[in-house]
């Protein structure tokens, strides 16, 4: 070993530390406010197709999250989280990916899954935890996940699906090493992004999984959505250095840090991350930076921690913003957008009211999937409480009519 | 047939495992070149490449959240913690998401092909932190199994199932043994099936439950027992989640008496949860409160641990008490 210490080699005599801020780590934007390309901008290459999708998977999410935090509000829903503010950064995200890619998000991320196709009665299915839930029923509202769409059901521990990516990403590069000489022998097939706020980058899952796929070499995209507020806890209250990009260098992880709230910058950066982690088999660190518009969740109110003042000098809409650019693009047309946007929130309420009535799973749910096949002592369990809730029907009404 | 250490019989198990499945990774601390620092995955770098067996950065919490996400895109990822005492950075990992992954998704994605390798357990001089037994911790969470053998032939076995088996796996090796269980091991596979106890002895007048290195204890209880008259039934648990309570049962009934040991803290070890059940399936054959002679609740102690131990002559002395009842 030439370089046990693994640290560059360069000696001085000046005695000085190297500043926190040194980095001065910029953001890229490439739209102004009203959706124009700012100066020296260079657009990326999307398509018609694809922007539009993009728009219109944050109009949806932008009514969804209108309506269910309506229906939170009338107590339909135990619980709901919005995206607001954040729906670019998180569509074109997903968008600049490809769509058998995996993605390992935290919970705010509601728009990715839309943007793979996810359909508005799954959505409800999941928020009404009714038995055609993918994840029978037993996650809160918004814990989403679809195998078929390649989207990691969440998890609300957070942080815990960083190193989780680090390793799912690496399982997709095996394949394409060449086991003599450890070097990648093709271009990688797919990658993985994973979602987490800044204050889940304050666990140590984030510390060990960001150092993990920088040494292992893993092909992940950590998308870091700064949005300014981890519930209540401002960013200066969780961190004291240059962001979340700043510790990428760290880690040894190629870096990016970009304007949240513009899809297009969002979409050029992740899609120059994509391709550098395809060729090299390589992580890269995209820093998202969009104010939380909404509160944390239902369940928290934002008056009691951050002034009226603030919110105020923090309006920027990434849906208005990127309609602009669709609009300068010619390639939407705005009546037929505000008719479809009209129509949509008829559709989410009908969605409600059908999902509502959907059963709720059966009592061999309870169970079943702790493990592949339930052990002895489960299905003991099982048939005691089947006995119990027949011989008390009235007390359970959920599944008493339903035991065999 | 070879005659082998248990670290032989564990590498043998992971030879075979690796050579299965053309995604199959082994990962931990140390682990790579070096062959973990008791030398269990020895030879197998060279073997499968430094991609497929290799060190990671020191982090348990990283080493299991890697392998969580390794085993949910199907690759069977078997994890090495050093020492089971450092095993607690990862509980999290463990606890809320091995252990959850396919229920919380509903079967969307699952981690079955998991499997966590542990040296436990005392009697190394390794004082409070290379000693400890933490199995207790883990059988209170749904979703696990834990499995823990008693000699090389056991380990190489089990050890194959829990590679197989589909869930999330903790194979506690009891590393007092790991060279001084030597045995005949078949070089060819064999599984010894997940959640059955296996009795090692019959006998008559009290039935002695333990597993892992622990059994040794109890084997020569059973012998300084058989030698003033009194016959026991030895029984290896073999797997503490699932646990085999038919052949323990069985066998309770047929003693009227049971004797529980492990190396950990007696308050809230397994061995509670053992008697609760055994009171409950078995509680007019009973000829004695049932027994259990463990751990102190101490941390593990280092030049009182001759004292703090389980031992045979601990055993014998609760085995007459209970028979004189």
């Known amino acids: 070993m030439t370089n046990p210490q693994n640290v560059s080699l360069n000696v001085t005599q000046a005695l000085e530390f190297i500043d926190p801020s040194a980095l001065d780590i910029p953001t890229v934007s490439l739209l102004d406010e009203n959706g124009h390309l700012v100066k020296d901008a260079v657009e990326p290459n999307i398509d018609k197709e694809t922007a539009l999708k993009i728009y219109k998977t944050m109009r949806f999410i932008r009514a969804l999250d209108e309506r269910m935090q309506a229906a939170q509000r009338q107590g339909r829903v135990s619980f709901y989280m919005q995206c607001l503010g954040e729906e670019g950064a998180v569509t074109a995200s997903a968008a600049a990916l490809k769509d058998d890619d995996m993605i390992m998000a935290q919970y705010r991320e509601q728009a990715a899954l839309r943007y793979r196709g996810f359909s508005l009665e799954q959505f409800m299915n999941q928020m009404f935890s009714n038995e055609k839930d993918l994840g029978k029923g037993r996650q809160m509202p918004i814990h989403y996940g679809s195998k078929e769409l390649h989207y990691m059901t969440i998890s609300s521990p957070l942080g815990t699906q960083i190193p989780q990516a680090t390793g799912y990403a690496y399982s997709q590069k095996i394949p394409h090493i060449n086991a003599e000489n450890g070097e990648l022998s093709s271009e990688i097939n797919n990658i993985t992004l994973c979602y987490f706020g800044e204050g889940a980058a304050s666990e140590g899952d984030f510390h060990a999984g960001l150092n993990m796929a920088a040494v292992l070499k893993a092909p992940v995209i950590f998308f870091a959505r700064n949005n300014g507020y981890a519930i209540s806890t401002p960013a200066d209250e969780q961190f004291a250095g240059d962001g979340i990009a700043s510790r990428g260098v760290g880690y040894g992880i190629k870096t990016i840090r970009v304007d949240g709230a513009d899809a297009l910058a969002v979409y050029a950066a992740t899609q120059k991350a994509r391709q550098f982690s395809v060729e090299t088999g390589e992580p890269v660190l995209v820093e998202s930076i969009a104010y939380r518009l909404g509160a944390h969740s239902t369940s928290d109110d934002p008056t009691g921690y951050r002034s009226k003042e603030e919110e105020s000098t923090n309006t920027k809409c990434p849906i208005q913003r990127f309609k602009g650019y669709l609009l300068t693009k010619g390639w939407l047309d705005e009546a037929e957008d505000n008719a479809q946007d009209e129509a949509l929130r008829e559709q989410i309420l009908d969605a409600v009211k059908v999902a509502e009535k959907v059963a709720k799973p059966p009592i061999e749910d309870l169970v079943s999937d702790v493990y592949d096949t339930p052990i002895p002592l489960l299905e003991k369990q099982l048939e005691a409480l089947k006995a119990h809730v027949k011989a008390h029907p009235d007390a359970y009404p959920t599944t008493a009519g339903r035991i065999k | ?325």
């Open chain 2, 1 to 325: 047939m070879a005659q082998m250490n248990m670290l032989q019989a564990i590498n043998s198990a992971l030879d075979i495992s690796m050579s299965e499945h053309p995604l199959a990774c082994i990962f931990g601390e140390d682990v790579g070149y070096f062959g973990g620092v008791f030398r269990a995955t020895s030879g197998l770098q060279e073997k499968y490449g430094k991609h497929r067996v290799f060190n990671t950065p020191l982090t348990e919490q990283g080493i299991l959240g890697f392998a969580n996400g390794l085993a949910a895109a199907g690759a069977p990822a078997i994890a090495e913690i050093q020492f089971a005492d450092y095993i607690f950075p990862a509980f999290d990992q463990i606890v809320n998401e091995s252990a959850k992954f396919r229920y919380r998704s509903g079967n969307e994605f699952n981690v079955g092909k998991l499997t966590i390798r542990t040296p436990y357990g005392g009697g190394i001089a390794g004082g409070l932190y290379h000693s400890q037994s933490p199995e207790a911790y883990f059988a209170h969470t749904p979703g696990l199994k834990l499995v823990v053998p008693r000699n090389a032939y056991q380990a190489k076995g089990l050890l194959r199932a829990c590679i197989k088996d589909d869930n999330p796996v903790i194979f506690f090796e009891p590393k007092r043994l790991y060279r001084a269980s030597i045995g005949d091991v078949p070089e060819d596979d064999f599984i010894i099936p997940i959640g059955k106890a296996e009795v090692v002895s019959e006998g008559s007048d009290i039935t002695l439950l333990a597993w892992g290195a622990q059994m040794e204890i109890i084997e020569q209880a059973a012998e300084m027992a058989k030698e003033e008259g009194i016959s026991c039934e030895v029984i290896d648990l073999r797997s503490i989640q699932p646990w085999d309570v038919e052949t323990v049962a069985k066998s309770v009934t047929k003693t009227g008496r049971l004797l529980i040991s492990h190396e950990a803290p007696v308050t809230c070890g397994f061995g509670a949860e053992i008697a609760a059940t055994i009171q409950q399936e078995c509680f007019l054959h009973l000829e004695s409160p049932i027994s259990r002679v463990c751990g102190l609740d101490t941390p593990y102690p280092l030049a009182l641990e001759k004292e703090y131990i389980p031992d045979a002559l601990k055993v014998l002395s609760a085995i007459k008490q209970s028979v004189q009842f």
